[in-house]
């Protein structure tokens, strides 16, 4: 969860998940992300390329008979916080402690392992819209078997949607090809999902430059420093990525198809993008306090040059307005005739030269 | 397309492209360039050492008895909206899916991949002229096979009359040689290009920094940023280059005749030269704010000098004045005869002892 | 030991710790720490799977018989002050003195050292809580055999208590491995800590951060340079552990089995996701400063905008009253009979002149 | 060609000289630098331990006889814009067209190449002298062959006599040692010029340093900044002979024996040496402008207390003398014997109360 | 010899150096660093476990002798400036020209070289103390062979004492080990004595900060200008040692003995950490100067707070009092029984409501 503009609490949550673990035994499952209410809800995609069962289960135990069949099962699992869910699928599955433990504590940085028997891919997934003040991110935990996908989220919702919709249309590869190709199709469609929140990222970005021409303000460096930050953690979730891709393509697990891995190299292509599009926003936020400052600049030095021409122009004819208010009992040119008339033009004058003298200077 | 100084359009759009295409299975061939309504436009040159055909197609069927003549075949295509042109020359040409789909997405990082029976080359062509406002950029994707080309651009209009004058006349090595060297030289028309653009990018920073030393103004930090972002664009455009052009140099693919390797070895020593380039340009920008932000300073220092000299030379002055001014009964110096003489000679002296601190302290 | 706000004369210490020793022969046991007056405490928990056996020890002759036996001993010596206690131990186990040397050298860089007979890990325990005004950090040494682990700190008090209990309650996989997954154990728990104080200067950083926007002052430079000081230190401490965990995750040592390795790769991942944090922190405060300065600007210009306006308005209000001030025997003016009304009436104008003018700036 | 001050002609030309060969065929040879109108001049060095012979040649068909010869024979071209020249040597040394085409091209980034039959190193000398206003570069292009070494410069004057003298005198190893020892002669002295090159920019630093101590004004940020680009191009020129020296120093090629090598290795020390000395001098004049401003902040800052101090103190002043020049008919100080004397004493003490807060102030 | 707060001769002089050898044959032997006129000084150390003998030769061919004993022989010369006595040692020990050029060129890199019958290594020795206004530097080069190690330096004094003595004492493993053992004393010695000049550098620093916070004043940028040139020619000095160590470390020398090799990991593990520490330095000097402007920019605007306070609290009074000084004939308000004492009123709630206005500006 990221806060832009809002107030930094997700981040000290991110290690606090952390340290409340802090004693425990390696492997001890506990969920560090927030308690959550509602169930856990468990739904099973089951399909091969003739058929194609779907339904949402209240048991964990319904997902078993799965585990055997040669079709490809994607068990996808929302919500973490029961953990007795996770621990069982876990020894159905013949998951490792450790893996287990990964999928709990919801700070994880993305990363891929190879288990031999399985792999496990661990990822963000992003969040950011319109009616959402700031990013927000979500752990997303893919296990990959010889033929199941299981898949655990931290919230119901999320990007799989076409990748549903794909299966229960058998349109596209994903009926006809195995697990492994169906574990790259979400990654895909997380990877895919990023470029929208880059495209909005990106609007955020053009606003503040078009507002630093436009109309700089106070809450200006306030808001880029709140850009910039949002960008620490953004590239933060999304540099690893890089690693776990490449990882991921050049394994030699034999649970990754030959077939696959030239779609992987797709994918890691678009991380590549992504990666440095995020470098390029980097340095467009770089530089923009610089401009801020250097508009201050140069408004303080417009303010500068009005009190500099009022005062010069003013304060000397002043001081000849005050030496004839004074009230020497001697002082002839107070009695010529033309004596103020002649100080006027003095007057004038005086602040003649120093209009032309402005203009010069191109003050004026 | 990279704007310069005008409005940041263009990346949002690169981005906006990829998420357009969010959900759709991977090797959809969906164009997510800007829609044009001109027809598609495709040019054949077929050539040996003997004999040279160029034509203008109206259907790509017509491409297709060119496939398996032995003779070096050129098919140019400007134009990617019309899906299905490249979609029937994919299956002419027996291209993967996931190559197609590249050709189609505009906003490729250029990139080098290896797909055995062919060489897959993308990358960006680049538009910058005095009728320009700012750099415009073109994906090129560049296809060779074992004795044809391929060749893929957004619009019409491009950097290769050279290369095509020469295979019509038969100068250089180009008739002599295969359908590697003809990539090679497509790729060496595109890079040699680039050189007039630094060139123009070159003249940009330089009346830039003579702005910097003749007439720095409120402007000038605002077109020092937009060329940065230029700059940042443009590297990002170039870089991967050097990979893409080093994997061609290095690949061990049959397709590329030992005596080529030579020449693209050349083709990497221009692109390190233009990266090189782009970093001393990014070199240089980098400290233009500095500078500009040292001149307000100055000019700020000097405005606050005018007002000192002025405000420190009459307030005094005026306070005298006003002494005089005051209208006790008992003010003896009113009533000297030379009172008010005696004055202005006061006030000439702390005039003159304010002038000579000015001149010591160098404000004057 | 770490300041944050507090004098910075640990890091003197830390070098001048290191100065002392100049010209000692390589392997000389000398205490580089501050001196202490408490007696060295030894503790020694030896267990297998079925029993455990905890003790603290008055010399340390009576560690010797526990050497040689099958179960897992674990001695651990506060305190390293008694140079003879150490040279008796290291005679015992056959500890090179280099090693030996390294203990004793509370200075040291973290780093992981293959003695084939034993392995030698040395590192930092950080300690940092509400009562503690800065990050005190320890040096902890590590030396793995067969079937000991010698661990050494340089005060009483630990991170290892969790450890201890499992021990004890047989809870978890402690008991039933060995030596190397102890040595594990401890390992994870002091990297474990780190991810408290971590969450302790992340609170710091947003303190400073929210005091950054809405209350800025003449100490917030300050504070930032000591926090980015620190942040220096922390990551001088923590970047080798990178190193170190990593060489031995991969060594090839037969004092770690393979069971334990995967293990150690958990451990590398939480050393991975400290850095990054450290990484984050610092940019995160790179650019505090120049928030800060950007802040102090604008009050600079809020400032001089009260001053200006004042100025500008009454200073040419104040000359005409003394144009009118003047005592010349012809002045018309002054004897009109609505000339005073004239001049207020000219002045008003003047000022309301003013006004627009400053809200058409938008300085009021 | 390096501007320091003057205007930056030269880096546009650079780029221009490659745009100006854009289209034509690679291996197209066109002399891409400045046109100049006296003749081409070569000068033929032929040695063995024994005899020396050396001549100025009219035509190039002079030089063929030396080709076949078992001595060592250098051959010196100054002037590279007669094409018809070079095509001949060439053909005659058996050159391919792509290493002539760089020969011409004058703004070759430095490079080693391997040609089999010949080896092929281009750099730049620098010319740099009091009499001089900026650096000055020109190429050099070395081939090595068997028994022969081809030099090419643009201009008359380089860094060779000190070469010549030792062929002629039979001073050192060189007329006992091959063409390979005479390249890298030929290369020693060129990186041996840099020193000399490298030490006027050091006085150059060291005086702006010195400026910048005592007495910075408007024209420093401009020189600074003119010093940091000239460092940038200085730089671009000396990489990449790092990776020249190690590619010659390690290459395999049968030309260059075993005894020479090590001598090359001596180079590569020089070149490490040089980069390491214009990344300090880059490293002093990244803070110099820091400096400057934060001078110039300094100077503002004294300027502003004289003005405070001033208007500080004589404004209340002011407004007391004002007060009691009010006209109004009952205003009984005016009338107090001492009334006068009364003023001045409030004036007074209230101008050394001013006084003293402004000494505790520190501002006087 | 670097220089801190002194003049930046010594630079100039490290360049020029190798600029007055230009144009030499390589291997032509020429002291580089300043004459000086005292007598070269040899002395020999010849020891085995049972014996060790100590004398100062007269003449270098006094070395001779030792040349063959199995003892080790360590040949300590004082002084560079007498060309021949470097030049008959080369000889006596088959030691390569270029080897030799480089102990007599005193501005080199810090570097390892392996010439097979003798290992060569040059580094520099650091001298800084109370007494010494900058860190001095000084070339050591050790060579060493089979039995034999041969030091050179270039003035008399030298920090090897402990060494001696321990030679002389019998004490530590010096006197059973061999020459390796005795390169490595000498190594870790001069590695040490960079702990010491830390420290010294650490303190300078710290007095910087505190006097940043205590009372920054006009030459504290220059100050910490000159620390940060001084950290980058000390960076210069020890970067390359890290390669240094290491290639001596790896070296597959039969020079060097398995059981010292341990000890050179030791070594390494010092210049890492004096490396890491050099590398902090910088970074805490990095962030000085910002600290300094914000305190300047701070100053700045407590200076402007009291000008405006003054100005807009008076500008307006005296504004009023001139408008009593008018002298026009109808102004009623003169002629009222209490305008005196109104006037007083309002300017009494003028100024009140300006003070109000200032506290709530915190300007107060």
């Known amino acids: 969860m990221f806060d832009m503009g809002a107030k930094p609490k997700s981040r000290r949550k991110a290690v606090a998940r952390r340290s409340k673990k802090a004693g425990l035994p390696p492997g001890t499952l506990v969920y560090t ?21 779907e339904k949402q289960v209240a048991s964990t135990e319904e997902c078993f008979p799965f585990r055997e069949t040669p079709t490809v099962t994607w068990i996808n699992v929302d919500g973490l916080h ?7 699928l876990g020894k159905a599955f013949d998951l490792h402690p450790l893996l287990l433990e990964d999928v709990l504590s919801t700070a994880q940085r993305p990363k891929f392992e190879d288990y031999e028997k399985h792999l496990f891919i661990v990822l963000r997934m992003l969040h950011f819209g319109d009616d959402l003040p700031a990013i927000e991110t979500e752990q997303v935990s893919l296990i990959v078997g010889p033929n199941f996908v299981l898949s655990f989220q931290e919230r119901v919702g999320d990007v799989f949607d076409f990748v549903r919709d794909r299966i229960r249309n058998g349109k596209g590869r994903v009926r006809r090809f195995g697990a492994d190709y169906l574990a790259y199709s979400l990654l895909d469609a997380i990877v895919d999902s990023y470029f929208a929140v880059l495209e909005k990222v990106g609007e955020k970005i053009e606003d503040l430059e078009e507002e630093l021409v436009r109309d700089p303000n106070q809450t200006t460096p306030r808001r880029i420093h709140s850009l910039k930050r949002e960008m620490i953690n953004l590239r933060r979730s999304i540099w690893p990525l890089r690693e776990l891709v490449n990882g991921l393509h050049r394994s030699e697990s034999t649970l990754i198809t030959k077939s696959t891995s030239i779609y992987l190299r797709d994918v890691y292509d678009h991380t590549i993008h992504i990666i440095d599009t995020i470098e390029s926003f980097r340095d467009m936020i770089s530089g923009m306090l610089d401009i801020y400052l250097s508009s201050v600049s140069n408004r303080m030095n417009a303010v500068m040059k009005v009190l500099t021409i009022i005062a010069t122009l003013f304060i000397p004819l002043t001081f000849i307005a005050g030496v004839y208010g004074m009230n020497f009992e001697h002082m002839p040119e107070l009695r010529w005739r033309y004596g103020y008339a002649a100080v006027w033009a003095v007057m004038i004058v005086v602040a003649s030269i120093m209009l032309v003298y402005f203009r010069r200077k191109r003050w004026l």
């Not at 992300?33 to 069962?53: F, K, L, N, P, S």
């Not at 029961?82 to 069982?88: H, L, N, P, R």
């Open 33 to 53: 992300g927030e308690q959550q209410v509602e169930a856990v809800r468990i739904t099973i995609i089951d399909y091969d390329e003739q058929h194609v069962q």
């Open 82 to 88: 029961d953990v007795s869910v996770i621990e069982k």
